[in-house]
């Protein structure tokens, strides 16, 4: 079984650099305002699906096609738009891999709603 609670602390912290790398490093050599703002959602979603792999790989670790989509969403939908962002001629053939990784992303989520429920990790009120 792939270390999902690895892959989800690696990719947070590497959202967190190139998120910081995209508002300060590419200003200066980016100029457009939408290549921009694409490179801060491509770190945003990253973000945000690498803490629901690292939650999910804690509660839910029997759930390896959840964990799977959230992994390869993350890798198809940022890595893409990242690329594209830094040379959108050279990697426009990476066009259609991003809407790919948002379905990956989405069926992350759905694989979550819809699989074993994972067993309390907090006590309940008694």
Known sequence: ???F???GCLY???SVMLGAFGAHGLKKRISDPARLGNWGTAAQYQLMHSIA???TSAIAPQNTLAMGLFTAGMTMFSGSIYLLVLDPQRWK???PVTPLGGL???GG???LAVGKRPVA???RGK
């Open 121 to 123: 990790v907090w006590p």
């Open 12 to 14: 947070g912290a590497s």
């Open 53 to 55: 792999l690292t939650f």
């Open 93 to 95: 053939v990476l066009g």
């Open 1 to 3: 079984m792939p270390p």
């Open 109 to 111: 989520w759905v694989a």
């Open 5 to 7: 609670w690895t892959i």
């Open 104 to 106: 990956c992303l989405i």
